[in-house]
């Protein structure tokens, strides 16, 4: 029974497949993920949404929205037929073809992800050789569109934000990069469907995930800030930043096509939450040997949603970053760390003592956050703190 | 030589000519770029997935974004009107690239018959790649560490010294 709850998506695409002839069933198959993929992730994109609007309310002292239904729920359903009606209005010199084509090379990129992220044992739509360089391959791919969105729209907020968030993907692309080296040198595959099994074992009933050892534990807090950074996320905002330059990049989108970088930026969430777990929290095992009964798919989810949530509690208590301040620290910081963290991954690989590679990995991760957050901080002057009140 | 193959060579041939013959600086970029992706899919369907990754995430993920930030950082991304496209050493420009090209086609005539003759296609997992770089490879892989090494270091070096003159 349990298993049968685990694999329920899996039968049911075969007893769905089951009904063609024979030639069709691997195209359809193929076809059906897709299909599922496309209708899933827009779905929890609106109960993101939901929760973002609900929770941000809530750490501002006011209810969110409540007027679309009991409690609000149904008010994603408002949004999505408002931006369905609305007019769509293309700017007078605006480049028609580029800005036509923009959102929709974002939103197609950002859903090929998906094709490789394992969702639960025996769940992944291509099991990719190289499946963590493709999720890459199509991340960058999203940096063009965001361009490409933001020069055709002939506005100077809007190119200001596409040049922001340029050039904040490529600086935060390198450290993503790097912090997932790590699990691949322990691992030895490039493989996320390897990557999940090989954290899939248990010592005393807990699991093996990366994020339970130094370097997986370093190469975890540099990858979600990286990621934060890489979906334009608060505090990382300053593509979009409303009180600086309107709305960045998609200023002059509006209607449909500003829904699809809307949903583009949420899928992107989902996608980069969905790697991290696959990478560093063990995918869709369970972190406890006696908790395995519980279908894998409601961990891989679960997961993904707290992640989530974390970035909403983030972007609800976090102000925004300098653009100096950002580039800093993603220079100064965060490839630093990712650097010598290879460092770490090697020595853990390479020493076979248990004890010894625990202290050693310990007191290089911690010593060099220690050493160069003094360091980095000896020049900044911290005052005591003053308050002014408005009058 | 499938119709995949067919459409993909039109994808990257028609990428390619537009990034020559557009007026429009970033429109040229971003037909480039059309030409880049369509090369990593003529890899994808020759069964060398590392390869074809590897182009989409330099090529498309970073060269390309170079190129449209050199062209909006230094000059408006319209073409002269009056000298069009064209240059007017074009003859010239066409005969050497006539030349390179006969050069490399012959070689490429010339040397298949000495490739072996194997039926079945040469399989290149990343695996394989990775241990061919860390073992038989790993002394040009270091040099090219090292140039790009410097090559960094320069670069921040160049862009230091500018800042000082300014000041």
Same mark, same amino acid.
């Given at each position: 029974?349990?298993?049968?709850?685990?694999?329920?998506? +899996?039968?049911?695409?075969?007893?769905? $497949?089951?009904?063609?002839?024979?030639?069709?069933?691997?195209?359809?198959?193929?076809?059906?993920? +897709?299909?599922?993929?496309?209708?899933?992730?827009?779905?929890?994109?609106?109960?993101?949404?939901?929760?973002?609007?609900?929770?941000?309310?809530?750490?501002?002292?006011?209810?969110?929205?409540?007027?679309?239904?009991?409690?609000?729920?149904?008010?994603?359903?408002?949004?999505?037929?408002?931006?369905?009606?609305?007019?769509?209005? $293309?700017?007078?010199?605006?480049?028609?073809?580029?800005?036509?084509?923009?959102?929709?090379?974002?939103?197609?990129?950002?859903?090929?992800?998906?094709?490789?992220?394992?969702?639960?044992?025996?769940?992944?739509?291509?099991? /990719?050789?190289?499946?963590? /360089?493709?999720?890459?391959?199509?991340?960058?791919?999203?940096?063009? *569109?965001?361009?490409?969105?933001?020069?055709?729209?002939?506005?100077?907020?809007?190119?200001?934000?596409?040049?922001?968030?340029?050039?904040?993907?490529?600086?935060?692309?390198?450290?993503?990069? /790097?912090? &997932?080296?790590?699990?691949?040198?322990? &691992?030895?595959?490039?493989?996320?469907?390897?990557?999940?099994?090989?954290?899939?074992?248990? &010592?005393?009933?807990?699991?093996?995930?990366?994020?339970?050892?130094?370097?997986?534990?370093?190469?975890? @807090?540099?990858?979600?800030?990286?990621?934060?950074?890489?979906?334009?996320?608060?505090?990382?905002?300053?593509?979009? !930043?409303?009180?600086?330059?309107?709305?960045?990049?998609?200023?002059?989108?509006?209607?449909?096509?500003?829904?699809?970088?809307?949903?583009?930026?949420?899928?992107?969430?989902?996608?980069?939450?969905?790697?991290?777990?696959?990478?560093?929290?063990?995918?869709?095992?369970?972190?406890?040997?006696?908790? *395995?009964? $519980?279908?894998?798919?409601?961990?891989?989810? *679960?997961?993904?949603?707290?992640?989530?949530?974390?970035?909403?509690?983030?972007?609800?208590?976090?102000?925004?970053?300098?653009?100096?301040?950002?580039?800093?620290?993603?220079?100064?910081?965060?490839?630093?760390?990712?650097?010598?963290?290879? /460092?770490?991954?090697?020595?853990?690989?390479?020493?076979?003592?248990?004890?010894?590679?625990?202290?050693?990995?310990?007191?290089?991760?911690? !010593? @060099?956050?220690?050493?160069?957050?003094?360091? !980095?901080?000896?020049?900044?002057?911290? !005052?005591?703190? &003053?308050?002014?009140?408005?009058? | 030589?499938?119709?995949?193959?067919?459409?993909?060579?039109?994808?990257?041939?028609?990428?390619?000519?537009?990034?020559?013959?557009?007026?429009?600086?970033?429109?040229? #970029?971003?037909?480039?770029?059309?030409?880049? =992706?369509?090369?990593?899919?003529?890899?994808?369907?020759?069964?060398?997935?590392?390869?074809?990754?590897?182009?989409?995430?330099?090529?498309?993920?970073?060269?390309?974004?170079?190129?449209?930030? #050199?062209?909006?950082?230094?000059?408006?991304?319209?073409?002269?009107? =009056?000298?069009?496209?064209? %240059?007017?050493?074009?003859?010239?420009?066409? %005969?050497?690239?006539?030349?390179?090209?006969?050069?490399?086609?012959? =070689?490429?005539?010339?040397?298949?018959?000495?490739?072996?003759?194997?039926?079945?296609?040469?399989?290149?997992?990343?695996?394989?790649?990775?241990?061919?770089?860390?073992?038989?490879?790993?002394?040009?892989?270091?040099?090219?560490?090292?140039?790009?090494?410097?090559?960094?270091?320069?670069?921040?070096?160049? =862009?230091?010294?500018?800042?000082?003159?300014?000041?």
């Amino acid at each position: 029974m349990l298993e049968k709850a685990d694999q329920v998506f +899996v039968l049911l695409l075969h007893w769905l $497949v089951g009904y063609l002839p024979a030639a069709w069933r691997p195209a359809s198959g193929v076809l059906l993920c +897709v299909v599922a993929i496309i209708a899933v992730y827009p779905t929890l994109f609106a109960l993101a949404v939901l929760l973002e609007r609900k929770g941000l309310g809530r750490m501002q002292n006011r209810y969110g929205p409540n007027r679309v239904g009991p409690f609000g729920i149904l008010q994603p359903v408002a949004d999505g037929i408002k931006s369905l009606t609305k007019e769509d209005i $293309v700017p007078f010199n605006a480049d028609a073809l580029v800005h036509f084509i923009a959102p929709l090379m974002l939103v197609v990129a950002v859903f090929m992800g998906f094709a490789v992220l394992p969702m639960g044992r025996n769940m992944v739509l291509v099991d /990719l050789d190289a499946s963590l /360089l493709f999720f890459f391959a199509m991340g960058a791919s999203t940096e063009l *569109s965001v361009f490409m969105a933001g020069w055709s729209s002939r506005n100077k907020y809007s190119l200001l934000g596409a040049m922001r968030a340029v050039a904040q993907m490529i600086s935060y692309e390198v450290p993503l990069l /790097l912090s &997932t080296v790590g699990v691949v040198m322990i &691992t030895g595959s490039l493989s996320l469907v390897d990557i999940v099994d090989a954290q899939n074992r248990y &010592t005393w009933g807990l699991a093996h995930w990366n994020v339970f050892k130094p370097w997986g534990l370093a190469g975890f @807090a540099m990858f979600v800030i990286a990621s934060m950074a890489e979906t334009n996320r608060s505090p990382f905002d300053l593509p979009e !930043g409303e009180s600086e330059i309107v709305a960045g990049y998609f200023t002059e989108y509006s209607g449909f096509k500003f829904a699809l970088f809307f949903l583009g930026e949420y899928v992107g969430m989902f996608g980069i939450a969905g790697l991290g777990t696959s990478l560093f929290l063990g995918g869709w095992s369970s972190p406890l040997a006696v908790l *395995s009964w $519980v279908p894998s798919w409601i961990w891989f989810f *679960s997961k993904v949603m707290v992640w989530i949530c974390f970035f909403i509690w983030v972007r609800g208590t976090m102000p925004r970053l300098r653009q100096d301040q950002l580039m800093n620290f993603a220079w100064k910081f965060v490839l630093p760390m990712t650097l010598l963290n290879l /460092l770490v991954a090697a020595e853990w690989r390479f020493v076979a003592d248990m004890w010894l590679r625990w202290i050693a990995g310990m007191v290089i991760v911690v !010593g @060099a956050y220690v050493l160069m957050g003094r360091v !980095g901080m000896r020049r900044e002057h911290f !005052g005591p703190r &003053t308050y002014r009140y408005a009058e | 030589m499938s119709v995949v193959f067919f459409v993909l060579t039109a994808m990257t041939l028609a990428g390619a000519l537009a990034a020559v013959l557009l007026k429009n600086l970033v429109h040229c #970029a971003l037909s480039l770029t059309v030409a880049f =992706a369509g090369l990593a899919l003529l890899f994808l369907e020759l069964d060398a997935q590392f390869v074809a990754f590897v182009q989409i995430l330099v090529y498309v993920g970073a060269v390309a974004i170079l190129v449209v930030f #050199a062209i909006l950082l230094t000059r408006s991304a319209e073409t002269p009107k =009056a000298g069009g496209v064209f %240059s007017r050493t074009w003859l010239a420009g066409l %005969s050497v690239a006539a030349a390179v090209f006969a050069v490399l086609g012959w =070689a490429v005539l010339e040397s298949t018959p000495w490739l072996p003759q194997t039926t079945e296609a040469p399989a290149a997992d990343v695996g394989q790649i990775g241990e061919a770089l860390m073992s038989r490879y790993v002394l040009p892989l270091e040099i090219v560490a090292l140039l790009l090494t410097a090559a960094l270091i320069g670069a921040v070096i160049v =862009a230091m010294h500018e800042k000082d003159g300014a000041q």
